[in-house]
């Protein structure tokens, strides 16, 4: 009403100032305090500002020739607002008619003011009801992540801001209140901090294409130690893990017990996309979203709705699966050197640590939904059956520089051996030139891997061979080894693969596995045990391997079980510390720092007596069980 008695006295233009004019419309902004023209008078993205979205000023709409108005939110010219009222669109004349107004306004005045005072009285103010929104395409990205490091997700304007931060925390395994978000309403936007739980995204002004950037809050970096866990996605069968870690110093090492632990059989999440439920919706029905509005192919629709919800990668149509020697590999990396041992031990001594440890590691292994671990060096027969008895294949590591005879040996000590999955040639050889001194060139390295695979293929042709590259390896390098019929990648760069597996597709047609990811336990930014980081990268990265199964990934190893305290060569055996050198080791998360005796998702004690066996418990005293060993189980058990 108010704008119609202002219409009627001369005081609202049709549109902004566009050609001059509009000493009305100037004065209907200084009477009304907006400073922007009324919905009735601009293109259709104003009506949702009426409907209760943030107002836009007036500089948010500008001229674009005499007729037309330039939205920056729609980047297109808008139909010129004077045909959308009942006024002319006259440059010089828009204020015309004004006077004659007046005399109508003032006879109709006591009518206004009678029917706005009816209207209050009888609730008749209250606006309209919405229809109900369609979803909309928005892009989240972690904050300071490159632009191209977003994930597209699906949302309603009518989603509230606690939704959407649950849904993020969730995501990345955090608690919402852990969680900050950051909307960004188009390129180069005003960034905005959501933090009224209630409020929709629509009343935020977000559209499609908006960005939202989320980060952990720099006050609770450090876990907390009582607040309940979140709930994991409707549709999964798993326990959420209770993400306290323990501050007391680690527990005194114990002897190890010959029996190994009596488990229950993991139990995999269903595997039925139709019926099972992410966030409100199928998985099924999420993928033909994304299909139908983003207009991506049913793969990448797959990629990127498993990427989002970990129960949904199982799609039955996503064709095979990749695999190596048959398996889709859920793997570990393993390396059970002792306190006060260091690693450069002889053969005898390493299998009986393998012996040792290995019957107790792998119960707890096959408990997580681990089916391969990975050596990095070569042990026994006996050492392979006691994780075999467990359903846990070995990829085995074979020294290339060790010379025809020793390689001759042990292949064929081990190639009737079954839980033998595959032969393993260096490990990121670009960086340590095999560990020989001086160190090997990369040629020397290629020609050396190429004659040890040409050996062992003539000694087992039966399995695949593999080696592990620091880093996707340039194609001229692939192409050198064609005797190489998987190869690994080992990363670390940050909380994220960033879609590695399509920079090797790039460069080989060949399948590919992660050979090293994950995180340290140590918080270099608080100087203290900080389980919480580890366990957020160690699900979001294994969420990413998990996403790109059936594209050419062919599975990942987490690095690593357990806790080394030999590798800090400033420190002594017997005690761990925080520090170490490692290549690239600037990109650890969360602070950029080599942490490299604390990456095991078990400490160094391999004591799991007091280990409860889905949730992680903070008060287990003497469990060896990081919080990140019940993030990756959550993870593995919806995997291939």
Same mark, same amino acid.
């Given at each position: 009403?108010?704008l119609?008695?202002?219409?009627l006295i001369?005081?609202?233009?049709?549109?902004?100032?566009?050609?001059?004019?509009?000493r009305?419309?100037?004065a209907w902004?200084?009477?009304?305090g907006?400073?922007v023209a009324?919905e009735w008078?601009r293109?259709?993205?104003?009506?949702?500002?009426?409907?209760?979205?943030?107002p836009?000023?007036s500089e948010?709409w500008?001229?674009?020739?005499?007729h037309?108005?330039?939205n920056?939110?729609e980047?297109?010219?808008?139909?010129?607002p004077?045909t959308?009222s009942?006024?002319?669109?006259?440059?010089?004349?828009?204020?015309?008619?004004?006077?004659?107004?007046?005399?109508?306004a003032?006879s109709?005045l006591a009518v206004?003011v009678?029917?706005?005072l009816?209207?209050t009285?009888?609730?008749g103010?209250?606006a309209e009801?919405?229809?109900?929104?369609a979803?909309?395409?928005?892009?989240?990205?972690?904050?300071?992540?490159?632009?191209?490091?977003g994930?597209?997700?699906?949302?309603?304007?009518?989603d509230?801001?606690?939704a959407?931060?649950?849904r993020?925390?969730?995501h990345?395994g955090?608690?919402p209140e852990e969680i900050v978000?950051?909307?960004?309403?188009?390129?180069?936007?005003?960034a905005?901090?959501l933090t009224?739980?209630?409020?929709?995204?629509g009343?935020?002004?977000?559209?499609?294409?908006?960005?939202?950037m989320?980060?952990v809050?720099p !006050? #609770?970096?450090? =876990? &907390?130690t009582? @607040?309940? /866990? $979140? %709930?994991? +996605?409707?549709?999964s069968t798993?326990?959420? *893990?209770?993400?306290?870690?323990?501050?007391?110093?680690?527990?005194?090492?114990?002897p !190890? #017990?010959?029996s =190994? &632990?009596t488990? @229950?059989p /993991? $139990? %995999?999440a +269903?595997?039925d996309?139709?019926?099972v439920? *992410?966030n409100?919706?199928?998985?099924?029905?999420r993928?033909?979203?994304?299909?139908?509005?983003?207009?991506k192919?049913?793969?990448? @629709?797959?990629d990127?709705?498993?990427?989002?919800?970990?129960?949904?990668?199982?799609f039955?149509?996503w064709?095979?699966?990749?695999?190596?020697?048959?398996?889709?590999?859920?793997?570990v990396?393993?390396?059970?050197v002792?306190?006060g041992s260091?690693?450069?031990?002889?053969?005898a001594?390493?299998?009986?640590h393998f012996?040792?440890?290995?019957p107790?590691d792998?119960?707890?292994?096959?408990?997580?939904?681990?089916?391969?671990?990975?050596?990095?060096?070569?042990?026994s027969s006996a050492a392979?059956d006691v994780?075999?008895a467990?359903?846990v294949k070995?990829?085995m590591?074979?020294?290339p520089?060790a010379?025809?005879?020793?390689i001759?040996?042990?292949?064929?000590?081990?190639?009737?051996?079954v839980?033998?999955?595959?032969?393993s040639l260096?490990?990121?050889?670009n960086?340590?030139?095999l560990?020989?001194?001086?160190?090997?060139s990369?040629?020397?390295?290629?020609?050396?891997i190429?004659?040890?695979?040409d050996?062992?293929?003539?000694?087992d042709?039966?399995?695949?061979i593999?080696?592990v590259?620091?880093?996707v390896?340039?194609?001229?390098i692939?192409?050198?080894?064609?005797?190489?019929?998987?190869?690994?990648?080992?990363?670390?760069?940050?909380?994220?693969?960033f879609?590695a597996?399509?920079?090797?597709a790039?460069?080989?047609?060949?399948p590919?596995?992660?050979?090293?990811?994950?995180a340290?336990?140590?918080?270099?930014?608080?100087?203290?045990?900080?389980?919480?980081?580890?366990?957020h990268?160690?699900?979001?990265m294994t969420?990413?391997?998990?996403a790109?199964?059936?594209?050419?990934?062919?599975?990942?190893?987490v690095?690593?079980?357990?806790?080394?305290?030999?590798?800090?060569?400033?420190g002594?055996v017997?005690?761990?510390?925080?520090?170490?050198?490692?290549?690239?080791?600037?990109?650890?998360?969360?602070?950029?720092?080599c942490?490299?005796?604390?990456?095991?998702?078990t400490d160094?004690?391999?004591?799991?007596?007091?280990?409860?066996?889905?949730?992680?418990?903070?008060?287990?005293?003497?469990c060896?069980l990081?919080?990140?060993?019940?993030?990756?189980?959550?993870?593995?058990?919806?995997a291939p």
């Amino acid at each position: 009403l108010k704008l119609q008695f202002l219409y009627l006295i001369g005081l609202s233009p049709p549109t902004p100032c566009c050609g001059g004019g509009c000493r009305g419309g100037e004065a209907w902004m200084a009477l009304t305090g907006r400073g922007v023209a009324p919905e009735w008078s601009r293109p259709a993205v104003g009506r949702a500002e009426l409907a209760g979205m943030e107002p836009l000023n007036s500089e948010s709409w500008r001229c674009s020739g005499a007729h037309g108005m330039q939205n920056p939110l729609e980047g297109q010219p808008s139909p010129d607002p004077g045909t959308q009222s009942d006024q002319e669109a006259q440059p010089a004349g828009r204020c015309a008619g004004s006077r004659t107004r007046i005399f109508v306004a003032a006879s109709m005045l006591a009518v206004v003011v009678a029917l706005a005072l009816a209207l209050t009285f009888a609730g008749g103010g209250a606006a309209e009801a919405a229809p109900e929104e369609a979803l909309l395409s928005i892009m989240l990205a972690p904050a300071g992540a490159p632009p191209n490091a977003g994930t597209a997700w699906s949302v309603s304007p009518a989603d509230t801001v606690g939704a959407l931060r649950a849904r993020v925390a969730a995501h990345v395994g955090r608690r919402p209140e852990e969680i900050v978000l950051t909307l960004a309403l188009s390129e180069g936007g005003a960034a905005v901090v959501l933090t009224e739980e209630s409020r929709t995204l629509g009343e935020h002004g977000v559209g499609g294409g908006a960005v939202v950037m989320w980060e952990v809050a720099p !006050a #609770t970096q450090s =876990p &907390p130690t009582s @607040a309940p /866990p $979140t %709930p994991l +996605p409707a549709g999964s069968t798993l326990a959420p *893990a209770t993400p306290s870690p323990p501050t007391s110093a680690p527990p005194t090492p114990s002897p !190890a #017990t010959p029996s =190994p &632990p009596t488990l @229950a059989p /993991p $139990t %995999p999440a +269903p595997c039925d996309v139709d019926g099972v439920q *992410a966030n409100g919706a199928t998985c099924g029905g999420r993928v033909q979203w994304v299909i139908d509005n983003q207009g991506k192919t049913r793969e990448a @629709a797959e990629d990127q709705v498993c990427g989002e919800y970990a129960q949904c990668c199982c799609f039955p149509n996503w064709g095979a699966l990749v695999t190596l020697g048959g398996q889709w590999m859920r793997g570990v990396c393993y390396s059970p050197v002792p306190v006060g041992s260091g690693y450069h031990i002889d053969e005898a001594t390493r299998n009986a640590h393998f012996l040792q440890y290995g019957p107790l590691d792998a119960p707890w292994m096959a408990h997580a939904g681990i089916n391969v671990i990975r050596t990095y060096a070569h042990v026994s027969s006996a050492a392979v059956d006691v994780f075999e008895a467990e359903g846990v294949k070995v990829m085995m590591a074979v020294d290339p520089t060790a010379g025809a005879a020793q390689i001759t040996s042990v292949v064929n000590g081990l190639k009737n051996n079954v839980g033998v999955l595959a032969w393993s040639l260096g490990n990121e050889w670009n960086y340590n030139g095999l560990y020989q001194s001086p160190a090997y060139s990369i040629d020397d390295c290629v020609a050396a891997i190429g004659a040890a695979a040409d050996l062992i293929r003539s000694l087992d042709p039966s399995r695949p061979i593999v080696t592990v590259y620091g880093e996707v390896p340039p194609q001229a390098i692939i192409e050198r080894l064609p005797q190489i019929d998987a190869w690994g990648v080992n990363l670390y760069r940050g909380d994220s693969l960033f879609n590695a597996h399509t920079q090797f597709a790039s460069r080989s047609s060949k399948p590919m596995f992660i050979g090293e990811y994950g995180a340290d336990s140590w918080n270099g930014n608080t100087d203290a045990v900080d389980q919480g980081v580890q366990t957020h990268a160690v699900r979001k990265m294994t969420r990413e391997v998990v996403a790109a199964a059936y594209a050419n990934c062919a599975g990942g190893f987490v690095f690593s079980w357990n806790d080394e305290w030999w590798k800090d060569t400033a420190g002594g055996v017997g005690t761990q510390e925080a520090g170490g050198a490692a290549p690239g080791c600037e990109n650890y998360y969360p602070e950029g720092e080599c942490n490299e005796e604390h990456f095991g998702v078990t400490d160094a004690h391999h004591s799991y007596a007091a280990c409860p066996q889905d949730a992680y418990d903070a008060g287990a005293t003497g469990c060896s069980l990081k919080e990140g060993y019940y993030a990756l189980r959550d993870v593995y058990l919806t995997a291939p």
